[in-house]
């Protein structure tokens, strides 16, 4: 088993800054890909960005290039999302979500690729 645990939601104006943590425990050698998904009240969970856990490939959905960066800290077990530039429309509880499979599912979007799930932190932009 995998646990996640967010931290760094909170309010902000557009235009500010925010950094998410998402610290990883339990087995997570198993752990293939990280991802960032978000779900606005009414709207599907997407995923926003993710990253291979050695970090060597790295995906963005449209909205979120050149603004957010997805990173992270083996040594620490975290992955960081780092989003610049926020919008009222990235207003959304975002969810830190781990995979084990080593093939091309981390990057679908697809929820039911991914195995673990922290408990998600809201994020309030305000324009």
């Known amino acids: 088993q995998v646990q996640l645990v967010e931290s760094g939601g909170g309010l902000v104006q557009a235009g500010g800054s925010l950094r998410l943590s998402c610290a990883a425990s339990g087995r997570t050698y198993a752990m293939y890909a990280m991802g960032w998904f978000r779900q606005a009240p009414g709207k599907e969970r997407e995923l926003v960005a993710a990253?291979?856990?050695?970090?060597?490939?790295?995906y963005y959905r449209d909205s979120a290039k050149g603004r957010f960066t997805i990173t992270t800290d083996n040594a620490k077990n975290t992955v960081y999302l780092q989003m610049n530039g926020l919008k009222p429309e990235d207003t959304a509880v975002y969810y830190c979500?781990?995979?084990?499979?080593?093939?091309?599912?981390?990057?679908?979007?697809?929820?039911?690729?991914?195995?673990?799930w922290g408990q998600g932190t809201q994020v309030t932009v305000s324009s």
């Open positions: 979500a781990a995979t084990k499979a080593a093939g091309t599912e981390w990057v679908t979007g697809r929820t039911n690729d991914y195995n673990y």
């Open positions: 990253i291979t856990w050695r970090g060597a490939s790295t």
